[in-house]
Each structure stands twice: as C-alpha cells, then as structure tokens.
C-alpha cells in the first residue's frame, strides 16, 4: 500500500506581507493503485501565480489520471507527463488570455511524479524539486533546480524544451516532492562538493519507513509529526512557503546503512572549508588552519576531521 502525506502553508515572509500561499499541491490515486502526486511554486514577483500553481498541479495530475484510466499498465508514462505538463501550461495561457492578463503575471514552477511503488516517472520545471529514497537506503537527487543565472526561475511556460521528463533508475521505496522553500533545506550549501550532498540525516526523518512506521492506524500521527517540525523554531529560517508530499510503500522497509551515513555532518569543519574556498587570502597552508580573527590577528585553529572524507 502506498502511504502519503502532504503539508503547505505561507511562508513567514508572505504571511508578514500580507501575501498568499503561492504553493499548491494535489494528490491522486489511479484505478490501477499507481499515485500521481504534483506540486508547484508561484514565482513570487507574478501577480497571478497563486492562480497559476492551482491550476498547474489541478490539470497536470487530471490528465495523468485519466491516461491512465484509459491504457491501464499500458500507459506511456513519459507521453502522458508530456500532455499533462503541455494541457497545465495551455489551460494557464487560456486563463491569462480570458481575464485580459500578462502571461508573465502566471509564471509557476511544476514537479510531478507518477509513482508505483517502485519506479518514479516524473516531469519537473523549475527550482522545486523530487527526492527518492531506493530499496537499497540510497538518498537519490532526482532533479536539479532550474535557474537562470543561477538566481532566476525558469518557469512553466518556458514550454517543453526546458521541462525535464525522465525515469528515475532504481527500485524506489519513497518519493518526496517540494517547492524550493523546503527542498533546499536538504541540499545545505556546506555539503556543495562533499560525497553526499544531501542532508541524509534530516531528510531520512521524512522518507524513511524505519523511522516513520507508517501504517493504516498510525498515517495521521506520522503525517502530524513531520507538519509540527516544519512549523517548528527548527525550521524558522524558511521564509518561502512551506510544500512537500511523500509517498511511501509501506510494503517495502529500505536497508538500514552504517550509522556514518546518518551522521550529523560536522558543520563547523564544514564552515572552515568553505570560508577558505570563499576567502582564500584569509587562510594559509601548514600543518595547521591559520585563521584571521576580526582584529586581523592570527590565530591558530587545529584541523579536524573532515565530514564524509574520514
């Protein structure tokens, strides 16, 4: 049985501003039992792209279910994320058009998975973004943010060349998708260029069956944890609305790794490393860490052990 469980609220930023809940999310299960499951991100500047996202994730998942209705397990999967994302990006130029709007006050990001409970097909546009978690206990980046730039969103309407429609290679236990406010979280940027890169140990909060023990009579409990956290002081640094959904199998436990892979990272080592890449001129090379203090005085620091290098 495929569990799931779904959060979104305003940002802190927005709800101080008096703005709306730009996120949306949707959740489907097919006739056949495979989950269909999107989110989307209303670019922030866009007048209009709390009604684009809706729209988004409403059309995109609706054209997946009926797909599948019609072909069954014969259903080309990739075909059909291709319609649902080119229907959501037809029906929001539509609307825009009908009110008499700029297109460009529409613009929204799409991921959306097709989950069977195992494989993951997905469609992804924009800085959002889909996690899987294998059989095998591997935390797997599905896809990457889409910036120009590296500041600017690339949006919906930016149409198919830049949409990203794959297969995930791997026998999936569980998949979560999340508008950039909560997916960037995982990727810290102090783990940039470390081994793992993603925050094993607080995404497996999230992911993990071992952990969550997901079940018929506990799903509302599990669900209420993780949406208490994210709206918790440990997580008061996300200003941008907050969406995730998680699909999990419940019939499927992934393999416990060593306890390293679940290690804190030592981020004050982390810290350092990165302060020398960034501030190369405050550093020299010995046997010891040289560090400039605010006075510009130097003082000597030990090295420590480095975070998934040993």
């Known amino acids: ?32 039992g495979w989950v269909v499951a999107a989110v989307a991100d209303g670019v922030g500047s866009c007048k209009y792209s709390d009604v684009a996202s809706a729209i988004a994730v ?5 054209v997946c279910l009926e797909e599948i209705k019609n072909d069954g397990d014969k259903c080309d999967l990739l075909q059909t994320i291709e319609k649902a ?3 959501a990006e037809r ?4 609307h825009s058009l009908s009110e008499g709007h ?16 195992k494989q993951i097909t997905y ?5 959002g973004g889909i996690i899987g978690l294998t059989k095998t206990g591997n935390y797997v980046k599905i896809t990457t943010p889409q910036k120009k730039e590296g500041v600017y969103v690339i949006p919906l309407r930016e149409g198919k060349d830049s949409w990203i429609i794959n297969r995930a290679d791997g026998d999936f236990s569980s998949v979560l998708l999340a508008t950039d406010g909560v997916y960037d979280i995982f990727f810290p940027y102090l783990l940039k260029g470390q081994p793992t890169e993603i925050y094993v140990r607080l995404i497996r909060y999230f992911m993990d069956n071992n952990i969550m023990h ?11 944890e993780r949406e208490d956290y994210l709206n918790s002081d440990a997580c008061v640094s996300i200003t941008d609305d907050k969406t995730l959904v998680v699909l999990v199998n419940g019939d499927v436990m992934p393999t416990v790794k060593d306890d390293f892979y679940y290690a804190e990272p030592d981020w004050s080592v982390l810290q350092l ?11 020299k090379d010995n046997d010891s860490d040289i560090v400039a203090n605010e006075n510009g005085e130097e003082k000597t620091a030990k090295k420590k052990w480095r975070w998934g290098k040993g």
């Open 1 to 32: 049985m495929i569990f799931k469980y779904e959060y979104s609220v305003a940002g802190s930023s927005h709800v101080s501003n008096g703005v709306v809940n730009q996120d949306a999310k949707k959740i489907e299960t097919a006739a056949n």
């Open 58 to 62: 409403d059309v995109s998942v609706q």
């Open 214 to 224: 997901f079940a018929e009579v506990t799903k509302d409990a599990v669900s209420k």
């Open 123 to 127: 469609g992804h546009s924009g800085d």
């Open 85 to 87: 994302f080119t229907q």
């Open 91 to 94: 029906v929001i130029d539509n």
């Open 273 to 283: 490393e990165w302060d020398k890449k960034a501030y190369p001129h405050l550093y």
């Open 102 to 117: 700029f297109i460009t006050d529409y613009d929204t990001t799409l991921s959306l998975v097709i989950y069977d409970g």
